[in-house]
Every structure is written in structure tokens, then in C-alpha cells.
């Protein structure tokens, strides 16, 4: 059976896309230290993305952008990201497991399962590629806004992201669509 553990980052974020991955292990090469992303500091993150690269039998990322996080949703937008992951793997999955309580419009067998980034291993390797990837976006991304400090929250609505978009106003970055940006509109 090849089960694909599928997981998004960056719905909570005021800034930048959502990201999504999908992620099928290798029974046979085990990697220590999966855990949920959000439990895990960026060095962890970066060691265990390069050996979730290297070792899976298949795996995958991809986003939804800013305008589509507006035109669909933030919800939506992240079950997008995550359907793109999937159908952009290499090899198809028998089963989905995803973290949350929604499925995908996707003709597999799947489970939504809250916290699954705390019980599958599978899950738990989505779950960092796709922070790991947004991250990395988020600080590319400060290379050409850096009055924003993207590399410091992500897009987190963070004291300091909110002080700048006070002094500066609001980039095409922005999700428009969230209220604390809404007043700057």
C-alpha cells in the first residue's frame, strides 16, 4: 500500500501563498525525528526536509497563490495546494491521509484526520516540506520587500509586520481578503 501523508502551512499568515506537500515514505529507509513541523526548529526542518527528499519513494509541493487564496478562500485555496501536491506525485497513492477534517474532490481512498501530523509519520513529513518550502518562499520574498521583514514572520500578522505595513502600506503580497489588512484598503 502506498500512502501519501498530505498537509499544508501558511493558512494563518496575512502575506504570501499556501503551501501544501505530499509526501509517500519508504517502508524500508526509516527517518528518525518526523514530527509535526510546528514542534521542529528551522535547522530540524531544513535536515529533515533534505532526508525526506532523498529517502521517500515519492514526493511533492505546490502552492496556491495569493489570488487564488482571495478569489476561493483561504480554506479552499489550501485544499487546491493540497490536491496539486498530490496529483503531482510520482507515483500514485492507494490512500490519502491529510491533516484536518476536510477531504479532497480527488477519486482515492483518503482519510481527514485532525492533529494527523502528531500520529502519521507520513503526514508528519508533509507537513515539513510544506513549512519548509513557504518559509524559504517567504524569505526569497523579503529579498525584494524588505521593509516588511518577511524573513523574520512569514507573513504572520506579527507587532512588527503590522508596524510596517502602517509605515508602508500593503504590497501585491498581501492577502486582501484578511481583516487586519482589510482596513489598509
Known amino acids: 500500500m502506498k500512502i501519501a501523508g498530505v498537509d499544508e502551512a501558511g493558512r494563518g499568515p496575512i502575506a504570501g501563498p499556501v503551501y501544501a506537500a505530499a509526501v509517500i515514505l519508504n517502508p524500508e529507509k526509516a527517518i528518525p525525528d518526523l514530527a509535526d513541523s510546528k514542534k521542529l526548529n528551522k535547522n530540524k526542518i531544513a535536515l529533515l526536509a533534505e532526508e525526506i527528499k532523498k529517502h521517500s519513494l515519492s514526493w511533492s509541493v505546490s502552492s496556491a497563490s495569493v489570488e487564488e487564496i482571495e478569489k476561493f478562500n483561504i480554506l479552499n485555496a489550501s485544499l487546491l495546494a493540497m490536491k496539486r501536491a498530490v496529483i503531482s506525485l510520482d507515483i500514485e497513492p492507494s490512500e490519502l491521509i491529510i491533516d484536518g477534517n476536510f477531504t479532497l474532490d480527488m477519486d482515492i481512498e483518503m482519510r481527514a484526520i485532525i492533529k494527523a501530523d502528531d500520529k ?19 524569505i526569497n520574498l523579503d529579498k525584494k520587500f524588505p521593509e516588511y521583514s ?28 484578511f481583516k487586519p489588512i482589510l482596513k489598509y484598503l
Open 120 to 138: 502519521f509519520k507520513e503526514v508528519m513529513a508533509a507537513s515539513i516540506l510544506a513549512k519548509y518550502h513557504r518559509d524559504n518562499y517567504m
Open 150 to 177: 518577511f524573513k523574520n514572520h512569514k507573513g504572520y500578522p506579527t507587532k512588527q509586520h503590522l508596524e510596517a505595513i502602517e509605515l508602508k502600506g500593503i504590497c501585491v503580497h498581501h492577502r486582501k481578503t
